[in-house]
C-alpha cells in the first residue's frame, strides 16, 4: 500500500488518521506541523501526504506550496475544520492551488478512506501545471459530504 505522510497540530486527529489507515493496510508517519514534515519528505518517498491548514510556522497551505515545488511531485489532501475563514474556503482554495482531495473536519473513516483513495488514484497521472489560480479548475468533485 501507500506510504503516507500525517501533518496535524492536533495529536488526536493525527492518532485517529493514522489508526484508519493502517488499518487499510497503509504506512503511515505523522508529524506535528510543516516545519517537521519537510525534512522527512528528502528522506522517505511518500506516496500521499495529508496536511491539515492551520498550523504554527510552516501552516498546510506553505506546505502544499513547497512539495508542488520540490521535483518529485507529491499528491496532497488537505483537511480542514475551519479557523480564520470557513472550512469551504479553505478548501477551496487548496483544490485550486492543486490539492488532489480536501476533506472537511469532522470526517468518518471512510470518508477519510475515500478521500485517500481518490489522492492516490489522482497520482497516477498528474496534473498539468496551471499559470495561475484562474486557471485552475472550480468546485470540488473530490469533497466528501
Known amino acids: 500500500m501507500a506510504k503516507v505522510l500525517v501533518v ?5 486527529m493525527r492518532t485517529a488518521v493514522r489508526r484508519t489507515l ?3 493496510g497503509h504506512e503511515v508517519w505523522d508529524v506535528p ?6 525534512p522527512l519528505l528528502d528522506i522517505v518517498p511518500f506516496d500521499l ?13 506553505e506546505l502544499l506550496t513547497r ?9 496532497v489532501m488537505v483537511i480542514s475544520g475551519g479557523g480564520h475563514a470557513s472550512a469551504d474556503d479553505v478548501l477551496d ?10 476533506l ?10 475515500e478521500a485517500v483513495g481518490r489522492a492516490l488514484e489522482g497520482s497516477a ?19 466528501t459530504p
Open 8 to 12: 496535524d497540530d492536533n495529536a488526536s
Open 104 to 113: 472537511d473536519k469532522p470526517f468518518t473513516p471512510r470518508q477519510l478512506r
Open 67 to 75: 512539495i508542488q515545488q520540490r521535483g518529485r511531485p507529491i499528491p
Open 33 to 38: 506541523g510543516g516545519e517537521e514534515a519537510l
Open 93 to 102: 482554495l487548496a483544490s485550486r492551488c492543486g490539492a488532489a482531495a480536501t
Open 125 to 143: 497521472a498528474p496534473p498539468a501545471p496551471a499559470t495561475s489560480l484562474t486557471d485552475r479548475p472550480r468546485g470540488r468533485p473530490d469533497r
Open 22 to 24: 493502517i488499518k487499510v
Open 49 to 61: 501526504v495529508i496536511t491539515d491548514v492551520y498550523m504554527a510556522a510552516v501552516d498546510g497551505m
